[in-house]
């Protein structure tokens, strides 16, 4: 089973992208966009200037818990950079969720509860809501957070979207924006 059978096969389909993009942004993207791979885990990620974005961490189940996980966050926290991602709510019906956000909470994540944010599944043609966490060894502002989101969506969740999907994106301030006292503003 090839690597993007694995992941799709693990992920639903709500938060994956197509084969064909994820082959797009190595391709075209490669000095941003990274898969590291072995037989018992797949990493995709994109690296910029001040920022990381984990765009997929699957370890097979039958290596979980032997510290591959944590190995590979750790690869990303030596590059002294701020590292981001995507989980979702945690839901009761899948231990996964759970897991994940605990797996990531102990690595030094937190969550960033003042931006809001839906991710728009171009395959499932759905949205999906979303939380965005952060790791980072010195604090961060909401503001940084949510502008390197927004760099995420722009570079690599709609690259090449139209063309590959068949239906524009939607705008920024539709999919991720910040929170206030009184409610949300872009």
Known sequence: MDWFERLNNYF?????????????????????????ESDVHILMYAEFEHFVFIDFLWVSEKARGKGIGKKLIQMLKDKGKTILLEVEPVDENNQDTEKRLRFYTREGFKLASNIGYVFQAFVANAETPLSIMYWDSYEKTDNEIYQHMRTVYQEIHTYKAFEIY????????????????GGFYN
């Open 166 to 181: 068949g239906y524009k994106p939607k705008q920024i301030s539709d999919v991720i924006w910040m929170k206030n006292q």
């Open 12 to 36: 639903p389909e709500d938060e994956m992208k197509a084969k064909q993009q994820m082959d797009i942004l190595l391709k075209e993207k490669g000095d941003h966009y990274h898969k590291d």
